[in-house]
């Protein structure tokens, strides 16, 4: 078999066996090709497609290119979830503890930031010395002993993802289904868990621009799921608008303790009892939504969930400080309300924008190697459906650099749109697909 001839046979549009793909996945993961003929199989891939069973394949050949985690010494059905990027999007740190807070064991490897959207393993830097980098024993013990751990990505999971997606983000060849759904689903299956809640999202601060794109995405990766045996559920959510109020790592932290503490922006609680529901479900912890949903309600009003979030950032030897003095961290120097043109009802709020703001001011990564500013973002004082006075701030920035702050003001300002009537609200689950 020769790697050009794969190139031919996708480019001219013919399906590929399995052998095909082992041999593709193989030779990337061993360096046996070069970079131009792996890209232009990529863009033959882009262009043609792949139907399912090859996505399947595609996902499996990648799954075992490198480690493959075996979670069976923790008792119980382990339940991850995935979300596919957005912005402000802080779910994990309060959906992970609500969940372990019914006994459901929740052992989760989470990945850094890139660009405007941000990732896990930064946020929980917020809690000063917590530690995420943990032997797969430790990280075990840990689920065992409180039911909650959260990891960062072993290097060597799923490393043909790695090499493809480095070259798929240079050569415009990301946004192909079948190659996001295998990219995230390899590194899900590999990192052990029995079953899987993703939130797919879609709007201007996701991948999927569209509702009818993401939720081809959802059935893509419920397909995988299901041809390699393992119980996927997709929950296809808004983010037209940023999740919550706030974004840049510790404003987000603080706003994930809050709802913890039963206070906070009511769709972040509200997508987050959603996708903890279907993790009961797929844990079976109890055969209704409606009940799922009552015990992910419980675990905030009975003070479970917050108690577990404080056991988990003890148990990873990080400061618990902020949880009970969430004044006591260490605020930005500079605070500046932003204001928006004329008076209206916000009808949208571009969240790649808002991400771009906080972006400029040191809150995410431009760059793999880039030192993050945890302290800095932005937070939101106004949201779809508000209407915003003449002159009233609609949003607040945390800047550490006085000369970003202007950029960050322009995304801002670019990120809102008001009208004179008020926006239909949106259901901010659109879909469930299974
Ligand atoms: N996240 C991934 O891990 N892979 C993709 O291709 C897109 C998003």
Redesign the pocket.
């Known amino acids: 078999m020769r790697m050009l001839d794969l190139i031919y046979k996708k480019r001219n549009g013919y399906e590929l066996t399995k052998d095909e793909i082992n041999f593709f996945v193989k030779g990337v993961t061993d360096d046996e090709f070069p970079d131009y003929q792996v890209s232009a199989f990529l863009m033959a891939v882009y262009f043609q497609k792949m139907n399912e069973r090859e996505t399947a394949d595609l996902t499996e050949a990648m799954m075992h290119s490198g480690d493959i985690i075996s979670l069976k010494n923790i008792d119980g059905i382990k339940v991850d979830k995935h979300s ?2 957005g912005v402000g999007d802080k779910t994990t740190i309060v959906l992970a503890p609500m969940v372990a807070a019914c006994d459901v064991p929740v052992a989760k490897m989470s990945g850094r930031g890139l660009g405007h959207t941000g990732g896990t393993i930064d946020k929980l830097e917020a809690f000063k010395n917590l530690e995420t980098e943990m032997s797969i024993e430790a990280f075990i013990n840990r689920v065992n002993d409180i039911k909650l751990a959260v990891a960062g990505q072993t290097a060597n999971l799923a490393p043909a993802d790695k090499k493809l ?1 480095a070259l ?1 983000d240079v050569t415009g060849t ?1 946004d192909n289904i079948s ?2 759904a295998s ?2 689903m390899s ?1 899900k299956l590999a990192s052990g868990a029995d079953a899987i809640v993703l939130d797919v999202k879609y709007g201007s601060g996701a ?1 999927m621009k569209s509702l009818e794109e993401a939720k081809k995405l959802a059935e893509s990766m419920v397909s995988i799921g299901k041809k390699l045996d393992r119980q996927v559920v997709a929950l296809v959510t808004d983010m037209d608008q940023p999740l919550g109020c706030s974004v840049g790592n510790t404003l987000e932290v603080l706003e994930a303790i809050d709802v913890l503490k039963g206070n906070g922006p009511e769709d972040l609680k509200y997508l987050c009892i959603e996708l903890g529901a279907q993790m009961l479900l797929l844990a079976e912890k109890t055969d209704s939504l409606a009940s799922a949903r009552e015990l992910m309600q419980e675990s905030i009003s009975n003070g479970k969930a917050l108690a577990k979030l404080k056991e988990f950032v003890q148990e990873q030897n990080g400061d618990t400080q902020i949880i009970d003095h969430p004044d006591a961290y260490d605020q930005a120097h500079f605070i500046r309300e932003v204001t928006v043109d004329g008076e209206g009802y916000v009808v949208a709020i571009n969240a790649e924008n808002i991400g771009k703001a906080a972006l400029v001011l040191g809150a995410g990564r431009t760059q793999k190697d880039s030192i993050i500013d945890l302290s800095v973002g932005v937070v939101l004082k106004k949201k779809r459906g508000d209407f915003v006075t003449r002159g009233e701030t609609v949003a607040v920035i945390h800047a550490n650099v006085e000369d970003a702050i202007p950029e960050a003001i322009d995304w801002i300002e670019k990120a809102y749109s008001l009208r004179e009537n008020a926006p239909e609200s949106i259901d901010m689950v659109q879909a469930v697909i299974k």
Do not use: P
């Open positions: 596919t990027g997606y798929r990301v190659l996001i990219s995230i590194k991948f």
